[in-house]
């Protein structure tokens, strides 16, 4: 057979592997595993979007191929929401496209806007696939070290200027994925002032706006002073309304951009299900009652799991907005070895930071996505089984 392309080989190696075949190896044995490591929603889709999926899909004029930027009525609802939601105006028509989800979006931009050796600044840790993409592309991402001392945003000063005055692309996401960090409209100013000076085009990531914590509103990225003159956002329904699966997101802001994305998909995919782009309308212009259930469900998880990391000695601020926790190592340990201490000793997964980047040796991840019940029960199998930690 042929080999793969040197993208391909080139792709760094998937870290999380052995830790699967861990897992897979104790529930062969039978091992109870309470797994933290999912970034999943685990509650169902609400009702009422479900309902409007199964009128849709029994219309045939939803059976034949959609349009590739998404139905017009789709766009208006996303355009709608977001003024609504942050006050932010964007054009149905020109500055929203659809997506099967986000994360295809946030793959293909990289292929609409690299060429070969040219820069993403990439936050690392982060989501990989900013820096997959780029990668795939032809690209060289650039890392922008996220650092507890920070905050967990990146120092746009220190990106050195012959590499920012090269980059193309900026990636952000917040609330963060996996730090749990959320940015402040005054973040968001001075990354358009940073990508104006340089002239990059930012891409901001922000699945989790509204899975925020104690009522507190989080910034679109659009907020911000002359945003759309610089930069899109990626957004979906999947953490808002539970929708994983169902592959349905947007990219809003400036135009020429989203025709770029829009002309890139329309040669490569022929868009998302209409059935779909209707339970989205229904989701977003629907009852939001199950965005406040939603959060109230994290929110109860979250102190689950403050206090079970208080109590084993981790001093720690909780996320105020994302599905994560990201902890600290206990001293003598790395991200892999006490992810595998705490599988062997508790029966519990946690994911090891460094498959976030190299930025993220030294923490691991917990996500609120199983059950205060279960969550309890795993803090005191780590209690009782690892001890008190130090660092
Ligand atoms: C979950 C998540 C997404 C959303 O992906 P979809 O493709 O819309 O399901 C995007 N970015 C980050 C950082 C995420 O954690």
Redesign the pocket.
């Known amino acids: 057979m042929k080999k793969e392309s040197l993208a391909m080989q080139n792709l760094p190696p998937y870290l999380f592997a052995r830790i699967e075949k861990r897992i897979a190896d104790a529930k062969a044995k039978g091992i109870d595993i309470i797994n933290l490591g999912i ?1 999943d929603p685990d509650q169902p889709t609400p009702p009422h979007i479900i309902k409007r999926m199964a009128e849709a899909i029994t219309d045939p004029a939803n059976h034949q191929y959609p349009s590739s930027v998404g139905l017009l009525e789709f766009r208006k609802t996303v355009a709608q929401w977001y003024q609504t939601r942050f006050g932010v105006e964007v054009d149905p028509d020109s500055e929203v496209v659809s997506l099967l ?4 979006g ?1 793959a293909h931009i990289s292929f609409a806007y690299l060429d070969k050796g040219d820069i993403s600044l990439v936050p690392d840790p982060g ?1 990989p ?1 900013y820096g997959v993409g780029t990668l795939l592309a032809g690209g060289v991402p650039h890392i922008m070290p996220l650092k507890v001392e920070n905050a967990y945003l990146p120092v746009l000063e220190d990106i050195p200027s012959d590499v920012a005055g090269k980059a193309k692309l900026m990636f952000l ?1 917040y609330p963060n ?1 996996p730090t749990g960090a959320v940015a402040d409209l005054r973040f968001f100013n001075k990354v358009v002032e940073f990508a104006k000076s340089y002239d990059i085009l930012v891409c901001h ?1 922000g ?2 706006s509204e899975v925020a914590f104690d009522g507190l509103k989080v910034p679109s990225f659009l907020e911000a002073q002359g945003a759309k003159d610089v930069g899109i956002e ?1 957004h ?1 329904l ?2 808002t309304y539970n929708m ?1 699966g169902w ?1 349905l ?1 947007w990219a809003v802001g400036n135009p020429e951009v989203i025709e770029v994305l829009g002309r890139f998909k329309s040669n490569v995919d022929s868009g998302v299900f209409q059935a779909i782009q209707f339970a989205g309308i229904e989701a977003l212009q629907g009852p939001q009652d199950c965005v406040r259930d939603m959060q109230l469900i994290y929110e109860q998880r979250r102190d689950v799991v403050q206090a079970g990391l208080e109590k084993m000695g981790w001093q720690i601020t909780p996320p105020r907005g994302s599905l994560y926790f990201w902890v600290p190592v206990p001293k003598g340990h790395s991200s892999e070895s006490f992810a595998e201490l705490v599988l062997e000793k508790a029966g519990v997964i946690i994911t090891p930071g460094n498959g976030y980047g190299e930025n993220g040796e030294g923490y691991f991840r917990i996500a609120l996505t199983v059950s205060s019940d279960r969550m309890k029960e795993a803090f005191e199998r780590m209690a009782h089984n690892i001890g008190k930690v130090e660092f």
């Open positions: 970034g989800g986000s994360k295809e946030i989501y696939v996401c994925n990531d699945p989790y990626f979906s999947s953490k994983t592959r997101g």
